[in-house]
Each structure stands twice: as C-alpha cells, then as structure tokens.
C-alpha cells in the first residue's frame, strides 16, 4: 500500500518537475537578433582583433616616419654624483706644507640637445611607404569586417531555413500522426481496408527519420552560427527574425557591377599594394 502512494506522488510530481525543467532550458536560451550576431561577433572575434592592431601599428609607423622626416629631436640628459670621500691635493714647499681638500660632495650637471634634420627625399620615402602601408591595413580591416558580415548573415539566414524546415517538418508529422491514428479509429469500426490504415501506418514512421535529419540540420547550423559569433558551441541559442527581412531589393546589373569595382576593398588593397611595390622600385 505504501509503496502504490510512493508511485502516485512520483507521478504527481513527475510532470512539475517536467515544467521546471523546460523553464530553466528557456530562461538559458539566449535569443540573437541579425544585428545583435553581427555586434557579437565583432566583438568576439580574435581575427578582427589582430587586423585591428595591425592597422593600429600602422598609424604609429606613419606619425613615427613623419616625426623622423620633419619635426626637431629633443633629448636630454642628467648626471648626478655623490662624493664618498673627497680628493685631497697635497702641497709642499720651503715655507710651508699641508693638505687641500677638493671637488664637492655631490655634483650635478645637464644637457639639452637639440638637433632639425634636413628635409631630403630619403625621409618623404619613408612616409610615403608608410602611408601607403597604413592604407592597406584599413583596407584590411573594411575587407574583414565585410566578410565577416556577410558570413554571419549567410549564416543566420541559414539557421532560420533550417528552422522553418524542421518545423513544416514537425508540423507535417503531427498530421500524418492524426491521419494514422483516425485511420486506426475508422478501420476499428471497418469504414476503411487493411491497406488503408498500413499506408497510414507508413506515412506517419516514414516521417520520423526525416523530422531527426531536420533537427541536426538545424543543429549544426546554429553550431556554425555560434562559432562565427565566437560563442561556446554548448551555449544554447535561438535567433529571432523571419526570411522576409532578407531585402532582395531590385538592381540595375550595370550600376552593381560598376559599384562593386568602386568600393570593393579587396580591389582597392590590390591597388594600393600595386602602387607600394612601385615605390619601392623607384
């Protein structure tokens, strides 16, 4: 008697604690919209980082080549010294004789030095490779940051296909449940043929594999999702949108393709290596 009350409250219980858990699940779910996974991965990404201190010790090479070319050099110098025990100078003569201390107990003395190097074409040689340089690591920096975005959208355009398939694909084997479990009921009751209620039967467990193939689609692409996002790959996540935000917009060809020449960094870093290696040359 005891141990059936045992197993009541068990199943009494059992269903509270199903809740709890989906509760806690969702409250761990951290929701990305299109901007914030683009921001996060700015923010997380190490390469971006480097490319960014690239570009950072360009501009210092560049204010240090200008201030090697033109600007005067300042440098200074101060030395202190403590007598431990002063020198002595000695003297003897006819009349009379003794001891002399000299120096002082302690010394100080400084310098200023001012130097203005001469303009020359040597030193406008050096900023102009280092300007140039610096261009091509902000070129570097826009062409990372492009690629990344784009990435990201690639990839959270592909978590929500992935997401809409394996919910029409939930949705598609609920009804071929209900099918197959009306189909039971009508063959019970001999409204329908033995072959009617196998096909039923079919269709629904044909179902099953197809909705566990969807779910690791869906899976492997949030993983790739979080990884772009620089995310733990065990950090749950859910992405908040619809493909309809995808703005296919309407081009003319011509203008997009000219456009695209125009502001394509990769291009523009190309040509500004072109010009780099010419000055090197002249």
Same mark, same amino acid.
């Given at each position: 008697?005891?141990?059936?009350?045992?197993?009541?409250?068990?199943?009494?219980?059992?269903?509270?604690?199903?809740?709890?858990?989906?509760?806690?699940?969702?409250?761990?779910?951290?929701?990305?919209?299109?901007? #914030?996974?683009? +921001?996060?991965?700015?923010?997380?990404?190490?390469?971006?980082?480097?490319?960014?201190?690239?570009?950072?010790?360009?501009?210092?090479?560049?204010?240090?080549?200008?201030?090697?070319?033109?600007?005067?050099?300042?440098?200074?110098?101060?030395?202190?010294?403590?007598?431990? &025990? +002063?020198?002595?100078?000695?003297?003897?003569?006819?009349?009379?004789?003794?001891?002399?201390?000299?120096?002082?107990?302690?010394?100080?003395?400084?310098?200023?030095?001012?130097?203005?190097?001469?303009?020359?074409?040597?030193?406008?040689?050096?900023?102009?490779?280092? &300007?140039?340089?610096?261009?091509?690591?902000?070129?570097?920096?826009?062409?990372?940051?492009?690629?990344?975005?784009?990435?990201?959208?690639?990839?959270?355009?592909?978590?929500?296909?992935?997401?809409?398939?394996?919910?029409?694909?939930?949705?598609? =084997?609920?009804?071929?449940?209900?099918?197959?479990?009306?189909?039971?009921?009508?063959?019970?009751?001999?409204?329908?043929?033995?072959?009617?209620?196998?096909?039923? =039967?079919?269709?629904?467990?044909?179902?099953?594999?197809?909705?566990?193939?969807?779910?690791?689609?869906?899976?492997?692409?949030?993983?790739? #999702?979080?990884?772009?996002?620089?995310?733990?790959?065990?950090? &749950?996540?859910?992405?908040?949108?619809?493909?309809?935000?995808?703005?296919?917009?309407?081009?003319?060809?011509?203008?997009?393709?000219?456009?695209?020449?125009?502001?394509?960094?990769? #291009?523009?870093? #190309?040509?500004?290596?072109?010009?780099?290696?010419?000055?090197?040359?002249?």
């Amino acid at each position: 008697m005891r141990i059936r009350i045992f197993i009541n409250c068990i199943l009494l219980l059992l269903p509270i604690y199903e809740v709890n858990a989906k509760i806690d699940i969702q409250e761990n779910v951290k929701n990305f919209t299109l901007d #914030l996974a683009i +921001k996060t991965a700015f923010d997380n990404s190490h390469d971006l980082t480097k490319v960014k201190l690239d570009k950072l010790k360009s501009d210092y090479q560049v204010t240090e080549a200008w201030g090697s070319a033109i600007f005067p050099k300042i440098s200074g110098q101060v030395d202190y010294r403590r007598a431990i &025990e +002063k020198s002595v100078i000695v003297i003897e003569t006819p009349f009379f004789s003794g001891q002399f201390p000299a120096g002082t107990d302690n010394t100080i003395t400084s310098s200023i030095n001012l130097s203005q190097p001469l303009l020359s074409g040597s030193a406008f040689f050096a900023v102009r490779i280092a &300007e140039n340089y610096a261009a091509i690591n902000d070129l570097a920096v826009s062409d990372f940051k492009s690629k990344l975005i784009y990435n990201v959208k690639q990839a959270f355009y592909g978590v929500l296909i992935a997401k809409e398939v394996y919910n029409l694909t939930l949705l598609n =084997k609920k009804r071929a449940e209900d099918n197959y479990h009306d189909t039971e009921i009508m063959y019970k009751q001999g409204l329908v043929s033995d072959y009617d209620a196998i096909r039923a =039967k079919v269709q629904s467990d044909n179902l099953t594999p197809i909705v566990i193939q969807t779910e690791n689609t869906l899976r492997i692409a949030k993983n790739h #999702l979080k990884l772009l996002m620089g995310l733990d790959v065990k950090e &749950e996540i859910d992405i908040e949108g619809n493909l309809q935000d995808a703005d296919s917009g309407s081009y003319v060809l011509d203008n997009t393709i000219e456009d695209a020449l125009k502001s394509n960094s990769l #291009l523009q870093q #190309l040509e500004l290596q072109h010009n780099f290696k010419k000055i090197l040359s002249d």
